[in-house]
Each structure stands twice: as C-alpha cells, then as structure tokens.
C-alpha cells in the first residue's frame, strides 16, 4: 500500500474516533479569560502590556498541540512583521525575517538574535541556527519584533527566545509519533518530573522522511534535556544538554517556472550531479545559575559550550563542462561563552526604579576547508583557514516609573567584535585578514497607561549589524585553481535608527490586541547582488523602511478563539553605490502584505479543531524588480482528541496541510542564478499522529 494511503487510512480512523469521543460531550462551562502575559527575554521579567517595544507570545498548544513539528514557522506564522520560508528543505534551514531583516539569506538566519533557553544559537558573527531547536519540548516563544542591540548585540531585526517546558509536579513518561505523506515518520519519546529539588525534562525525537521534491530526503536525530537544582530558597541551577546527528539532509535546489511548469517535484540537475546536501552532528552543553540575595537584588551567571562537525556538498559550478569547483565545504567548530547580569529594585527619587547591568562572552572558532567537487565525489582540497570571532558586550537598561502611570526605560549596550581569519592555503598567496567593529546602541522608551487596560507607548532605538564570516567571503576567484580566495571583502557593519509607537491592551477579558508602527533608516544594509551557486554575493546599500503590524485575540464565545495578525511592509533602496539603477526599487524577498487567520474551537471533552489561513501577498525576487513571485493563500487544518483514563492520557490528532491545494513556493532564492529562483511547496498533504502519555 503506498504510504498516502496509509496516511488516509489513519486520518479516517482518528477521526472517527474523536467524533464518537465528543458525540456525548457538553461545551464548554466557563469562560476562558486570556491571562496576564509575562515577557522573560527582555532580560527582566515584565508585563507584555507594560513593555515599550512590540513583542508576540506563543505558547504551548500553538507550538504542540496537533503540530507536524516540520518547522518554527508553523506557529511563528501569528506573529505579525515576521516573514518565514523554507520549512522543507532542511539543508538551508528555516529562512525567517523580522521587519525585513534576514530576507538576504539564502540558507540560515541573519539579522535576528535566537536563544533556547538563555543559551544563543546566534554565533558571535552573527549567523543564527535552529537545527538544535526541540518543538517537541518547547513551552513557549517570545520574539521582540525590531531593533534590540541596546540588549543583545549585533541584530536589527530582533529576537526570538525559546523556553523548555518544566517537568511537572506528577512525574510522566510519553510517547509520540507522527506519520505524514512523502514518507514522513516522527518518533518522540519524553520524560519529566520533580525528584526533591530537581525538576528535569528529557526529550528525544527521530525524523525521517524523503520530502516532497527529488533530492529532499532527511534523517534527524535529536536530544533535548533540562535539569534544574533548587540549591535552596533563593538560587537555582539550570544545566542545559542537547545533542543532534543528522546524517542526512539533501538539497532539491531552486528550479526556473518552466521547471515547474513541467514538474514541480523535480530537483534541479546541479544539485543531483554535486549530490547537493549536508551532513553534521552537534552537542551544547549550558549552564546557568540564579541568585536572590534579597527581593532588591538578583544576580544571573551564564556558561556554555558547543562543538560541531558539519559537511556540505554545493551546486557550485564553472559552468565549464567536466572541470570542478570547490563546492564541498567542511568545518569543525568550537562556540563557547557566558555572562552576568545583576538587577536591583528600589526606589529613585521616591519613585520605584528597576536597574540592571551585565556583560556577554562569545567565542566562535571554525576550522574550515574546501575541497574540489568532483561530480558528487570529494576532491583536492583547494581552502584551508582557521576563523576565529570574539564577542564581548557590555549593557545597561533602567526602568523608572514617573508617574503611576507612565514609565521611562533607557539603556544601552557596547559591544565590541573581532573577527579573524589565518589562510593555510598559500599555494594562491596568503589571504589572512582581521577585521574590528565596535558600536554603542541606545534606546529610550515610554510607556503611557491610562487606565490598567490600556497601554501607549513609544521608543527610539539604534542597531548595528556586522557581516557573518559567510558575507565577508571575497568574490574574487584563483582562476589556476579553480576556487574562492580567501581572506575578506569590504563589505561594512550596516546601523539602523528605528522610531516606534504602538497600543495594545485587553479592555475585555475576551479580547487582546497590538498595534504598532515603526519607520527605520538603515545605513550600509548588507545586501545580496548575486547568488553563484548556492553562495551569495554581498554589498552595502542605505534602505528605508516603513511598516504596521497588528493582532488581535478575541473569544468569541466560550471554546472558540479567533487569532489574527496583519503586516504591511514598505521596504525599498535608498542609495545603492555600487548600482544607482537599483534605488527606488522594493527589498526583495519581502511581501507588501501578509494576514494571518486561525479560528480553534475546544470543548471540555478534549476535542479541538483548528483551522488557520496565510495569505502573502507577491514580492520581487531580483533588486531590479525584474521577477516577482506570485502571492499565495494557504489554508491548514488539524484536529485531534485529548482523552484522559486514570493515570493514561491519549491523544490522538491529524492535518490536512496546504487544504486548498495551492500552487505556491516554499522558498525564493533571492537574486538566483541562471533564473533558478524557486522551490515549489507541498500540494494537498495530510499527517496523522498519537501521544500516549502515563503520569505517576
């Protein structure tokens, strides 16, 4: 029986079950009042309500409940001013921007710092992963949306910190899994609980699946764990271990519209004569400890420790028929660092006064080669450099309440960034090169709210952002060899001037809402011209932006919750040096619009229902706004039962993805080579899947 019809069979079978669970169940008897949230990754505990800055929660069910688990974008799609690509394919990694930034990337994140669990996945150069991030595990997220370098650093388009759920009180185990079309098996096995004074979590996972295009198979393997001591009364301390193998994950490559014309499944044929994929394994290692001294003074200590092995076959070409290039990329890589930060609470001039200082370490070394591509084979090493990029900075945030009603934060941060890279390969001269950046990032904010409901605010606040190693790499070719030269180009940090003002509160106990609006000025953005390959080409260009963002929870009778959010984006060069032709024109990458709709019925019986709408509006593809990508509205559907017997609870859920059988792509290569720009997505998919979990 082919693997879709299995699929079928378990989504009939499910929901037949959950309809014969809920045919006797009553609604819903109370309402279901949305609770105050608290903000953790603006360094201090706060109210979402009371902070000067936009900020989206997204909590467990949104992230577990019924999810495929494929990617972040599945519940990040709620947050407004946030853009996502790429969910199936695995070798470039979830492309996610925040206000426009991260868009110039063809594989990882930019632009964006990420924490799980305090511990960055954000290299000191600046390029984020989430090949480690466990959704399986995952209470919540948190994403400031705009700039946040007064906090954390090189990132201009913000931040998104993910929290381990805790072990609960009654120790459980439970198991987990998922099947889906395209051959898609997931298997999770969780564990958690509270011995004396340690609360742990243990999670592991298995994917594998061949996806939905040639050349898309995966295989994935997971470890995620939490262990806190409580010391005593007042300190605590959290021990963070993940580990990840992924032996495979190949790449299908952007094809042209005729390819998809022809057939949307199809790799493209570079990528299948370079046998284009990657391979790695990962372990991290975190540790952070928490102090009270007294209810004024509360100290935080952060340590951690990463290692990674990682290989790349690229579909990187001569165009010239049987001679190589060096499209194969190894490196091993150190990341290590910590951090402290102190908070005192009191009083200024009578009026209460929260104060925090604290500095961050980050050390990253990358020993990296290249070697030649030899029809998929690997070849003579041709690149051979250790890289090395030491971060330190240095910040300070005060929050200082004038009136009951109105609150003044101010801040800062300076940080300084080395970055270095010693050449072995001296057969095309020696490229070794260091480059030095230092910047100081204010910001200022404040917070109006006239009544506890309701909540005004406004903020200023500058960023910088430095190239990562990958956009520093030069252009220029060793035409003897073949091969990239190393060393740097000129490519320069880029720094924003951001103004924001923003409402949001929850006048009812049914409703919350956010607005926000924002225009920015961005200096030496660092900008993709050209992608060779699967490598991009980088230069400086100033940009403006203009945006509004908006969301709103409503429940609109008790059981039924209404979520959307709406984002309009006006992004386009200002002034471009290297081409004056391009200025005026639109960023590519990135939508003028794009809403998001989800409606989720629950009732008392464990039944739920959930379904949810994205619509994106078109964008460019190229700076010249030469090729546009067309818009798309994809529709989901999951639902499943949440059953209880004794100590046993069962969960049965299933999805129908892309329920309208849209034709859109899953990612845009931005300015592609040879007119190779697309990915197409899924049509129609279904998945099905059951938790079974027993608590003590």
Request: glycine letters at 8%.
């Amino acid at each position: 029986m082919p693997q879709s019809a299995h699929v079928y069979s378990l989504l009939l079978l499910i929901t037949s079950g959950i309809m014969l669970q809920s045919a006797s169940a009553q609604t819903a008897s109370s309402p279901d009042k949305l609770e105050e949230l608290i903000v953790r990754s603006s360094r201090v505990e706060k109210s979402l309500l009371k902070l000067p800055s936009a900020v989206a929660i997204v909590n467990k069910d949104d992230i577990q409940l019924g999810r495929q688990q494929l990617g972040l974008d599945e519940s990040l799609n709620r947050v407004p001013g946030l853009f996502s690509q790429n969910r199936y394919n695995f070798a470039q990694d979830l492309r996610i921007a925040i206000r426009g930034f991260g868009a110039r990337a063809n594989f990882g994140i930019r632009g964006i710092k990420i924490f799980v669990d305090g511990i960055p996945s954000t290299l000191a150069d600046g390029q984020s992963g989430i090949d480690d991030v466990d959704l399986g595990s995952a209470q919540r997220m948190e994403v400031i949306r705009g700039p946040s370098s007064s906090l954390y650093g090189s990132a201009s388009g913000g931040v998104i910190s993910l929290f381990t759920e805790d072990g609960p009180a009654r120790p459980f185990a439970e198991t987990r899994f998922t099947i889906g079309e395209f051959n898609q098996q997931k298997y999770q096995f969780k564990v958690g609980g509270q011995y004396d004074r340690l609360n742990y979590l243990v999670n592991a996972s298995y994917l594998t699946m061949d996806g939905y295009r040639d050349n898309s198979e995966l295989e994935h393997t997971l470890l995620n764990s939490k262990f806190r001591y409580d010391i005593d009364d007042s300190s605590s301390l959290t021990v963070i271990v993940n580990a990840v193998d992924s032996p495979t994950a190949n790449d299908a490559g952007g094809i042209t519209a005729a390819d998809i014309a022809a057939d949307p499944r199809q790799a493209q044929a570079r990528n299948l004569s370079s046998n284009a994929g990657e391979e790695f394994d990962q372990q991290k290692i975190g540790f952070i400890y928490s102090k009270s001294f007294t209810e004024n003074h509360q100290l935080t200590l952060r340590n951690y420790y990463l290692w990674k092995d990682f290989q790349t076959f690229l579909p990187i070409g001569t165009h010239i028929p049987f001679v190589p290039d060096d499209g194969v990329v190894e490196f091993g890589r150190f990341f290590f660092g910590g951090g402290a930060q102190y908070t005192y609470t009191n009083s200024w001039f009578g009026r209460p006064n929260r104060f925090t200082v604290g500095f961050d370490i980050d050390i990253q070394k990358d020993d990296r080669q290249r070697f030649l591509n030899n029809a998929g084979i690997k070849g003579l090493l041709s690149f051979d450099q250790l890289e090395k990029a030491e971060s330190y900075g240095f910040y300070f945030r005060n929050e200082f309440a004038i009136l009951d009603t109105l609150e003044f934060t101010f801040g800062g941060r300076y940080d300084m960034l080395d970055l270095s890279v010693k050449d072995r390969f001296l057969a095309n001269a020696d490229q070794s090169s260091k480059l030095d950046f230092d910047e100081f990032s204010p910001t200022l904010g404040l917070v109006w709210s006239p009544i506890p409901e309701l909540h005004l605010y406004a903020n200023y606040a500058t960023s910088f952002e430095t190239p990562t190693f990958t956009e520093l790499a030069g252009p220029a070719r060793n035409t003897s060899f073949n091969t990239d030269l190393g060393g740097f180009n000129n490519v320069k940090a880029q720094t924003a001037d951001s103004f924001e003002v923003g409402i949001k509160g929850n006048p009812y106990d049914r409703l919350f809402f956010d607005l926000a609006a924002y225009i920015m000025q961005v200096d030496d953005e660092i900008s993709n011209v050209s992608t060779i390959g699967s490598r991009g080409v980088f230069s400086n260009a100033d940009t403006d932006r203009k945006g509004l963002e908006a969301s709103v929870v409503v429940d609109i009778i008790d059981g039924l919750k209404l979520t959307a959010a709406y984002t309009y984006a006006d992004f386009e060069f200002d002034k471009f040096a290297t081409n004056n032709a391009l200025e005026g024109n639109n960023l590519p990458g990135l939508p003028d619009n794009q809403f998001y709709a989800e409606l989720a019925y629950t009732r008392d019986s464990g039944l739920y229902i959930v379904w949810d709408v994205l619509y994106v509006d078109k964008f460019f593809v190229n700076n010249a706004n030469t090729t546009i990508n067309k818009s798309s509205t994809v529709a989901n559907l999951r639902a499943g039962y949440r059953g209880q017997i004794g100590n046993w609870a069962i969960s049965p859920y299933l999805g129908l993805n892309n329920l309208f059988d849209e034709n859109y792509n899953a990612n845009v290569r931005i300015n592609g080579f040879g007119g190779r720009l697309f990915e197409p997505a899924p049509d129609l998919n279904a998945y099905a899947g059951l938790t079974i979990r027993y608590s003590l």
